[in-house]
């Protein structure tokens, strides 16, 4: 299955960016869908969840109340809105299709049929 994220930058803290994923190969709009991030030296991590009819929006304690996400089903495409971005957030985007966004982002698991794409990189300077 696809995927192709786009919309990762270098940006000073305070900054916003907006990340795109664009998934091909399934009927998206089945699908949970989620962001994930890996920092350098660090595991990948969930970010954000998205339930297939938008009745569902989860995030990390780390980013709630900063990032939002949405989907576009006729086009196939998850978003990431990014404001208030600190230094932290320095790590490259992942997005995927998920079994299930369950009740917290950390319980998040990439679906069987999902593959990973070769992500975006976002770098936010101090």
């Known amino acids: 299955v696809p995927v192709v994220e786009s919309g990762g930058d270098l940006v000073q803290a305070g900054g916003s960016l907006r990340l795109s994923c664009i998934v091909s190969?399934?009927?998206?709009?089945?699908?949970?869908m989620g962001w994930f991030r890996q920092a350098p030296g660090k595991g990948r991590e969930g970010v954000s969840c998205?339930?297939?009819?938008?009745?569902?929006?989860l995030y990390g304690d780390s980013v709630k109340g900063r990032f939002t996400i949405s989907r576009d089903d006729a086009r196939n495409t998850l978003y990431l809105q990014m404001n208030s971005l600190k230094p932290e957030d320095t790590a490259k985007y992942y997005c995927?299709?998920?079994?299930?966004?369950?009740?917290?982002?950390?319980?998040?698991?990439?679906?069987?049929?999902?593959?990973w794409g070769q992500g975006t990189q976002v770098t936010v300077s101090p």
């Open positions: 995927t299709a998920v079994q299930d966004c369950g009740d917290a982002v950390t319980n998040m698991r990439q679906h069987w049929i999902a593959d």
């Open positions: 998205i339930g297939f009819g938008s009745t569902v929006k």
């Open positions: 190969g399934l009927k998206f709009g089945d699908y949970d």
